[in-house]
């Protein structure tokens, strides 16, 4: 609605400027057919174009409110423009003629209409003004100037008046108009796009805040629960949850609010789960290799439950209690705009025969559905000590389905 509105606008400024372009050089020529005539005494050909001009295009204008079509009247009085300038022109001095600056203001004309119009103009003028100079030499002249020498001064006068006033008076007024409308509409704009960035940062601050609020009350939830395996299943939810909310803190933190930096979300994520399930003091090394890739939210924050279930198995199951380890993580672009990534541990592993489809982990079923969710593929890489995976995903473009 607003952007036919905006159109609507554009139309019926270039309506205005056309019918005030018309009338004013109707009535002009006119006018300077009489003068032409009666008081510089010019008999031949120059003031009948005037005059056939002025009639012709006045005709022209009262038909574009019978046929409503802007593009049929521009043209009409763009080509009859154009021919009688380049005949005055000629029957005028020819190439020192004062009248050949109207040709310039067809230019103009044309540019102020659109881009096309401009430059095909400008290319039938440049060829105008060669055959105008070709014409003046003695050997291909065929017209004589008919503008007596005594009336050739006032003749100028007349003639760039009118070229300085259509110029500013017109084409000027209306260039500055449309680039105060320019500039008012992109202040507008940018007005609009702040606004949404301050209301998108809002919205990303309190989501990162209810899922925080979330967290505590599992945390709160787990003090008064003496069950280790209750408590560990509510650590595991809340480490969840925080993995979620540092996306969103992220986003409205920093200046692009589509796209995270993920190599310092992956870094501030496996760094709080460590501490989280280690505590500050571990023995716990992590090997991180993520190039600068920005992913969006739809495809970080599933990645990052992915990355968040990997490790937490890690850190509970396959590095035991106060063992040295190692947690490795590698993110690269893949082929067909696929990202690659690799993540694993030294730890004890687990059996070959154990998958997601026979096991009662819900981390390990986790981490498949949220590579089916990206849209990837996920293979244990048995090759290696320890459990370690390569996931192959794709970045989310549209809202993503449910995990569960």
Known sequence: MQKNKKLEE?????VRLVIKVNYFTSIFSLIFSAVCYFILEITEVIPYIFLGFGLLNLANTFLYYYHKSLTLTYNIVSIMTLAGASVITLYSGGINSPF??????????????????????????????ILIYSQSIADFSFVTNVVPEQSENLFALLSVLFSVYLLGGVFGKNLLHAHHNLYKTKSELEDKIHEKETLIKEVHHRVKNNLQTVSSLL????????????KSLLKSSQNRVISMAMVHEMLYMRDDLSKIEYKSYVQELAEYLVRSIKG??????????????KLNID?????????????TNA?????????????HIKL???ENNEFLLNIGDNGAGFAETVTHKNTKSLGLKLIHNLARQLQGSIIRDLTKKGTHYIVKFKEIREQIPSVA
Do not use: H, M, W
């Not at 003091?281 to 890739?293: G, H, K, R, V």
């Not at 495809?299 to 490790?311: D, Q």
């Open 10 to 14: 554009r139309l019926r400024d270039k």
């Open 299 to 311: 495809t970080a924050i599933p990645l990052g439950l992915l990355i968040n279930e990997a490790v």
């Open 219 to 230: 945390s709160l939830q787990s003090r008064n629960i003496a069950d280790k395996e209750v």
């Open 280 to 293: 500050t003091s571990s023995n716990i090394t992590l090997d991180i290799d993520i190039p600068d890739i």
């Open 315 to 327: 850190l509970k199951y396959g590095i035991i209690d106060e063992s040295k380890g190692e947690i």
């Open 332 to 334: 690269r672009n893949g």
């Open 100 to 129: 050949i600056f109207i040709l310039a203001l067809i230019v103009v004309a044309g540019y102020v209409t659109t881009k096309a119009y401009g430059t095909l103009y400008l290319n039938l003028n440049l060829l105008i003004i």
